[in-house]
């Protein structure tokens, strides 16, 4: 217990030490550059000093710290902008914060592609909730959910089968369709509660993508996009001694987070998955619980 106690010290010491050497290294490294430059200029043209110095031995010395000074603040940022994007891995359970963070902007604009949107959904339901009795910044919403079409054969979600195939359920898939209609429709009256309480603007959107639930994509504002894989092995069971069923767990899933604050490769990726979000809701069709409440 005494060893790993010493052991955390010592670690704590060493982070402070970098954040130190980190705060500290540029601007130690350009005063001592420019103090050479200085001193060189002053023994070439003050003659005790360049007798001193050796003469003329600094002038050349003196030219290079200068140049040395000017071309250090892009050394630096070359140096950064070469290193490999840095990508922080979050939980899904973590995406109340991502929401809430998205919230302090004039116009809001959240896309999702995944299974059901259970998760994002309940952290945008509370959120929303909120902008009631406070609006903030807030003054339009725009919510697009891309969600998989339930309506046709899928071998995930999918009733486990012998030798764990997967075998299509229509009951199940339509139970999965049911839970997003639900989703949608909490959602599309909460966006008119607030049109009524609030000068708040929220559009809500639910389509429909073929294939299975494989990636899950939350964009913010177009700024962020995190990415995860789901697990298609995961099961689960409406009955204990019931029917097994390949269902993905998506607040199980870890999501990487791309940033445009971040290096240019991230920035870069973060507009790559913003094409390929718009161009997957260009291509989905509308679900028909959005047509039955039309007509």
């Given amino acids: 217990m005494a060893e790993r106690g010493s052991a955390g010290a010592d670690a704590g010491i060493g982070e402070r030490l970098k954040r130190y050497q980190e705060?500290?290294?540029?601007?130690?490294?350009?005063?001592?550059?420019?103090?050479?430059?200085?001193?060189?200029?002053?023994?070439?043209?003050?003659?005790?000093?360049?007798?001193?110095?050796?003469?003329?031995?600094?002038?050349?010395?003196?030219?290079?710290?200068?140049?040395?000074?000017?071309?250090?603040?892009?050394?630096?940022?070359?140096?950064?902008?070469?290193?490999?994007?840095?990508?922080?891995?979050?939980?899904?359970?973590?995406?109340?914060?991502?929401?809430?963070?998205?919230?302090?902007?004039?116009?809001?604009?959240?896309?999702?592609?995944?299974?059901?949107?259970?998760?994002?959904?309940?952290?945008?339901?509370?959120?929303?909730?909120?902008?009631?009795?406070?609006?903030?910044?807030?003054?339009?919403?725009?919510?697009?959910?891309?969600?998989?079409?339930?309506?046709?054969?899928?071998?995930?979600?999918?009733?486990?089968?012998?030798?764990?195939?997967p075998v299509d359920d229509v009951v199940f898939r339509r139970r999965m369709e049911q839970r997003c209609r639900e989703y949608d429709n909490i959602l599309s009256q909460l966006a008119e509660r607030l049109g009524t309480a609030q000068p708040v603007v929220v559009q809500c959107e639910y389509r429909l993508y073929p294939g299975i639930p494989r990636d899950k994509i939350c964009i913010f504002n177009r700024q962020l996009v995190l990415h995860g894989l789901y697990d298609l092995s995961a099961r689960m069971r409406l009955q204990p001694m019931g029917d097994e069923y390949y269902d993905p767990k998506g607040y199980r899933t870890d999501l990487n987070v791309w940033s445009r604050q971040g290096t240019a490769a991230e920035g870069e990726a973060v507009a790559t998955w913003n094409k390929h979000f718009d161009d997957l809701w260009s291509l989905a069709k509308r679900p028909a619980w959005r047509q039955e409440a039309a007509a």
């Fill in 23 to 165: 705060r500290f290294e540029p601007m130690v490294t350009r005063f001592l550059l420019l103090g050479l430059f200085v001193t060189g200029l002053t023994a070439q043209f003050v003659k005790p000093v360049g007798d001193a110095l050796e003469d003329k031995a600094y002038l050349g010395g003196a030219l290079l710290s200068l140049v040395g000074y000017v071309l250090y603040d892009q050394v630096k940022e070359l140096s950064s902008s070469v290193r490999p994007p840095t990508r922080a891995l979050v939980n899904s359970s973590q995406l109340g914060s991502f929401v809430g963070d998205a919230f302090h902007t004039r116009n809001v604009e959240i896309d999702f592609l995944g299974y059901t949107g259970e998760t994002l959904f309940h952290a945008l339901y509370h959120r929303l909730e909120g902008l009631i009795d406070n609006p903030g910044p807030t003054r339009r919403v725009s919510i697009r959910m891309l969600v998989p079409d339930f309506g046709q054969p899928m071998t995930v979600p999918s009733k486990v089968g012998e030798g764990d195939r």
